[in-house]
Nanobody, 123 residues
């Protein structure tokens, strides 16, 4: 599975962005998908995940209520709608994929990674 993330950019605090990730591969739609992020000088951290089988979602506490993950299995796409952005959301955002069925927030659970897209939130 190959992953390609896009949609990052520069936005003011309180603004919104939507990230997209396209997965290529014959069985790409059967993978659980997730978003992680990595701020400068910090470790990569979990943001959100969505399972392929039921569409169950899970969010990090820091983004709950502001971010929404979704997927379109027919298009092999996963999205991250980010609202009410804060300067602390500034990071490189990565999409990731793994085999199901359990929800996972641990970085080591994911087998495939995209190249990352930069999100910068100005105050």
């Amino acid at each position: 599975v190959q992953l390609q993330a896009s949609g990052g950019g520069l936005v003011q605090a309180g603004g919104s962005l939507r990230l997209s990730c396209v997965a290529s591969g014959r069985t790409a739609s059967t993978y659980d998908m997730a978003w992680f992020r990595q701020a400068p000088g910090k470790e990569r951290e979990f943001v959100s995940t969505i399972t392929w089988s039921t569409g169950s979602t899970y969010y990090a506490e820091s983004v709950k209520g502001r971010f929404a993950i979704s997927r379109d299995n027919a298009k092999n796409m996963v999205y991250l709608q980010m609202n009410s952005l804060k300067p602390e959301d500034t990071a490189v955002y990565y999409c990731a994929a793994k085999r199901g069925p359990m929800i996972a927030t641990y970085i080591g659970s994911y087998d495939y990674w995209g190249q990352g897209t930069q999100v910068t939130v100005s105050s």
